[in-house]
């Protein structure tokens, strides 16, 4: 069992930056890869971004290429997406969800901390 848990959401404005932290718990954190996935309004859940579990691979959605960064803290079970130059198409609800096997299918999720950037 994996538990995770988001934080860092919140109300900015068009070009600011926000990080988003997905604290774990369960399994020893650096065995498994962590995923940051999205959904806005309306829309179906999109994927975002991943980082393997030893944090030497990452990838990226092309939307957030150059603008958002994945990165994680064994040390600390704490995984970040770092949201640079939002724009208010990056409004929606931000998930983080383990990936246990490294076949990007994910296992477990949390429940989301909403990002709402403003004009």
């Known amino acids: 069992q994996v538990q995770l848990a988001e934080s860092g959401g919140g109300l900015v404005q068009a070009g600011d930056s926000l990080t988003l932290s997905c604290s774990a718990s369960?399994?020893?954190?650096?065995?498994?890869?962590v995923g940051w996935f999205r959904q806005a309004p309306g829309k179906e859940r999109e994927f975002v971004a991943h980082i393997s579990g030893d944090g030497k691979f990452t990838y990226y959605t092309d939307s957030v290429k150059g603008r958002f960064t994945i990165s994680r803290d064994n040390s600390k079970n704490t995984a970040y997406l770092q949201m640079n130059n939002l724009q208010i198409e990056d409004t929606a609800d931000y998930y983080c969800a383990a990936d246990l096997i490294g076949s990007r299918e994910y296992d477990y999720w949390g429940k989301g901390t909403l990002v709402t950037v403003s004009s």
């Open positions: 369960g399994r020893p954190f650096s065995l498994y890869a």
